[in-house]
């Protein structure tokens, strides 16, 4: 792959495709299910907001008459909305083609989940994690199948994680980077199994470099909404819809390699067309990747059946 201006405009056609996007009521989750649903996949909108999900899939539909769209709730940071979720599509789905991975927050005040886990751990790299492997039974039925787990650049800046409840101190950024560090180790431990496994299955890695979405203005603490959204949107982001550019790549073009991470090919990977990223030394060291799925297998009590564990 080289960075030669890609753009959403290069998708094959995606008649006959089932795409999942999870967080697909704004930012790049909406610009990539608009995206898809433009080349003529069914996108299946996974949601935690239901009518903020039927908003958007009207938007699309408007824009694009006969679009294949469906609406499913799904809380990322609760266990039993990832069961019904995967439930409800092994139901009524023979086969996905695509998962992307999608969804995140971010910064919010130190809160727990039920479960007991920090919630950007939680929500971005646990509840990825189970409904990846809930729904692997699907994707092995697909055609070309992947899953594209979005990590961000702020991957680089920490270190693996040890403990689900994010102890024993708590920043709103540090642990937001150490999920989005999680998300890339899964990336490649995932790759690495469906690799041994001999799995037609491919494990895809993304990030949007810096865009301009609701994720930096939505952070429920005053100083990173103030931070990020008032002050690092209008004057470094990208638009959404070339933040979306890597995943959509990642998830459509023949030529995406499995296991590499796509990124933004400007300066600090911050902007730009789709190319070759580079992931932190943490995020493709296989001890990482071994410790990182026991303990998400420990704490969501889901395990991928038809995957060994990577040499």
Do not use: C
């Not at 679009?67 to 019904?84: F, G, H, I, K």
Request: aromatic letters at 4%; charged letters at 20%; zero cysteines.
């Amino acid at each position: 792959m080289t960075a030669d201006g890609w753009t959403e405009a290069r998708i094959p056609d995606q008649n006959g495709r089932t795409s999942v996007v999870t967080g697909a009521t704004s930012g790049l989750g909406l610009a990539t299910a608009r995206a898809l649903a433009a080349r003529g996949a069914r996108v299946v909108l996974a949601v935690r907001d239901e009518e903020k999900g039927h908003r958007a899939a009207a938007g699309i539909a408007a824009a694009r008459p006969g679009a294949e769209l469906e609406v499913r709730r799904l809380d990322l940071a609760d266990p039993d909305s990832v069961r019904t979720f995967a439930d409800g599509m092994r139901a009524d789905h023979a086969r996905i083609d695509v998962l992307i991975n999608n969804a995140g927050v971010m910064a919010p005040p130190r809160t727990l989940t039920p479960q007991g886990h920090e919630l950007q751990f939680a929500t971005n790299h646990l509840g990825h994690f189970a409904l990846t492997g809930l729904l692997f039974d699907l994707l092995l039925a697909g055609r070309d199948p992947r899953v594209v787990t979005v990590i961000s650049v702020n991957h680089r800046q920490a270190r693996p994680p040890t403990d689900p409840a994010g102890r024993p101190r708590y920043s709103p950024m540090g642990a937001y980077n150490t999920s989005k560090l999680a998300n890339a180790i899964f990336g490649r431990e995932l790759h690495r199994r469906l690799t041994a496994a001999g799995s037609p299955v491919r494990s895809m890695l993304a990030h949007p470099g810096y865009t301009a979405t609701g994720l930096q203005t939505s952070a429920t603490t005053a100083l990173w909404r103030f931070l990020l959204g008032r002050i690092g949107n209008p004057l470094l982001a990208q638009a959404v819809e070339q933040g979306a550019r890597p995943q959509l790549y990642a998830a459509t073009d023949p030529a995406a390699r499995p296991g590499e991470l796509i990124a933004p090919d400007g300066p600090g990977e911050l902007r730009g067309h789709p190319a070759p990223g580079r992931l932190s030394a943490a995020a493709t060291d296989p001890d990482h990747g071994r410790r990182l799925w026991e303990l998400s297998e420990q704490a969501t009590g889901v395990r991928f059946s038809a995957l060994r564990p990577s040499a």
